[in-house]
């Protein structure tokens, strides 16, 4: 009974001994599957050559399932997106998606199995993906620049370089790549707004002839007034409350706008006007309307006194002629204040 016992014990310390051999051994075996495994690749451009030719992009292509947009470059050197009759690009947007993907280095590569490129947000958008397409052509119209944007992982490195998920277009390679390229999908994005840019200090009225309402206007005396008197109260009225004509008398200094068309597209007959003055004598002149449930603006300006003032007009007459613009609603509304929207309830 005692030896059955001894050898018992023998044959678990030796199973033991074997089990933790096993176990250290499956332990170099996985280290050195994980050093084998992994990344032994070198940094590189994501589009070989591109940088040398980035200066003769003339066309900047964005596609996602939903549309496509052209960013082209006309004969005097200027952008203009063509799905807007033209209308000045974006220049920041242009540089992101060329410069950007001339920078663009791959820094290791992730799978090529076709059916897990939709986990990356590498599928085409041609299969319903959700990449984001981007094609750089030069002014020959050859294409020097064909990629799919992925998923990001959403951290940026020390040099505020973002890491994203691209692959060639064509290709089931995938490639984690780094860089400042961000592109945005809506063309809203890359029109260019810098058309209107007056501070609110500047700001002396604000005229409005509504499409139905009594006229009104908001004024100060000068640059020191904090706030905007009302004229033309009714007897018996008051502002609703201290600051309220402060908005709608500035609403020209948030002006932004989501989309454009041509101004003929539009019906302004029966628009409401807003005509905002500076203390410098500049003059902008909007018109305003509604249609399809959007709003839509006409803009021209004038300016009486110094030659500052009327090269402003002239930069802002030359970049709305012709356009009308949609307004988001919240930048519509202050423009189409009426006057009682000022004014205190009437007592009972």
Not at 22 to 33: D, K, M
Not at 206 to 214: D, I, K, L
Not at 292 to 297: I, K, Q, V
């Amino acid at each position: 009974m005692a030896g059955s016992s001894e050898n018992r014990r023998r044959k678990l310390a030796i199973l033991g001994g074997t089990t933790l051999v096993i176990a250290v051994l499956a332990g170099f075996t996985l280290n050195q599957t994980a050093r084998n495994a992994g990344p032994n690749f070198e940094p590189q451009p994501v589009v070989s050559g591109l940088v040398d030719v980035v200066n003769s992009i003339g066309e900047v292509m964005i596609e996602t399932r939903d549309n496509a947009f052209h960013a082209r470059r006309t004969a005097d050197g200027n952008w203009v997106i063509a799905e807007r009759n033209d209308f000045p690009a974006n220049i920041a947007m242009v540089r992101s998606a060329s410069v950007g993907m001339s920078e663009l280095q791959a820094l290791e590569p992730r799978t090529a199995q076709p059916e897990l490129l939709g986990r990356l947000g590498l599928g085409a958008p041609e299969d319903n993906g959700d990449a984001i397409r981007v094609v750089l052509r030069n002014r020959e119209d050859e294409m020097i620049g064909d990629i799919l944007i992925g998923n990001n992982q959403g951290i940026s490195d020390p040099e505020g370089l973002n890491r994203f998920y691209v692959r060639r277009t064509g290709e089931n390679q995938t490639w984690l790549a780094r860089g400042s390229m961000t592109v945005q999908h809506e063309i809203s994005e890359w029109l260019d707004k810098n058309i209107i840019d007056i501070e609110r200090e500047r700001i002396r009225s604000a005229s409005f002839t509504p499409a139905e309402g009594p006229i009104f206007a908001l004024a100060r005396a000068s640059e020191d007034e904090p706030d905007y008197a009302l004229n033309n109260i009714p007897a018996g009225r008051e502002l609703s409350y201290p600051g309220v004509t402060f908005g709608p008398a500035t609403a020209i200094s948030n002006f932004t706008f989501a989309d454009v068309r041509l101004v003929s597209e539009i019906e302004f007959s029966n628009a409401s006007e807003i005509v905002t003055e500076t203390f410098e004598g500049l003059q902008i002149i909007m018109r305003i309307t509604m249609e399809d449930d959007t709003y839509w603006a006409s803009i021209a300006a004038s300016a009486e006194g110094q030659v500052e003032q009327q090269q402003e007009a002239d930069f802002i007459t030359i970049a709305t002629h012709g356009w009308a613009f949609e307004l988001p609603e919240f930048t519509a509304q202050s423009f189409l204040t009426t006057r009682d929207s000022l004014l205190a309830p009437l007592a009972e």
